[in-house]
């Protein structure tokens, strides 16, 4: 049982020294990225029970939390960016936007899905066809699993933030007399 209890700590240790031996903000977004899609595209193929739809579910919630914690320690980090390249700070209208584009984008979340389950042929309070039961579980499953693939691809190759580039900026930042 104890094994089991610390699994997944072993696991995020194993890929933290794998893939980010000295992990920064960004090498961390992307473990919680992998751990996510791991677990959700495994997840697709494997799950034919209750308990495995949890256990799944476990593992990618804990890949979430990675990124839904560091998605704040980001917005810090683009305040300090905005300041570097533009000369003024300015963090109400860096925490507005965010504000306002989480909202829309769970405005979104609301939406698609529904439209996704129209065209899979789901039919409410029916036993679901073949094609409405793979639409469910593709959208449980691939559609995140996919989106944390596509943002490990941005977060490694287009993010300009990682730990050496803000250490620089924070270092101008200074010089200047911006910061005390």
């Known amino acids: 049982m104890l094994f089991l209890k610390s699994a997944p700590f072993r696991l995020i240790r194993f890929l933290l020294a794998l893939f980010c031996p000295k992990p920064d903000k960004i090498g961390l977004y992307i473990i919680g990225c992998v751990i996510w899609a791991a677990a959700d595209l495994t997840a697709f193929f494997v799950v034919d029970s209750p308990f ?7 593992l990618a919630f804990l890949g979430s939390s990675f990124i839904n914690t560091l998605n704040w320690a ?7 960016y905005g300041e570097w390249k533009t000369g003024i700070r300015a963090e109400g ?3 507005s ?8 984008s769970q405005a979104i979340a609301g939406f698609v899905p529904g439209i996704v389950l129209a065209l899979v042929g789901y039919v409410p309070n029916a036993e679901q066809s073949e094609n409405a039961l793979f639409g469910i579980r593709s959208l449980i499953y691939i ?15 287009f993010y300009p933030l990682w ?18």
């Open 97 to 104: 936007s965010y504000t306002f584009f989480r909202k829309l």
């Open 52 to 58: 495995a739809f949890v256990a799944f579910a476990s």
């Open 163 to 180: 730990n050496d580039k803000y250490k620089q900026i924070i270092s101008e930042l200074s010089k200047k007399g911006d910061r005390t």
């Open 93 to 95: 209208l860096v925490y």
């Open 143 to 157: 559609y995140p699993g996919v989106l944390a693939i596509l943002t490990i691809v941005f977060m490694y190759f």
């Open 74 to 80: 980001l917005i810090s980090d683009a305040v300090e």
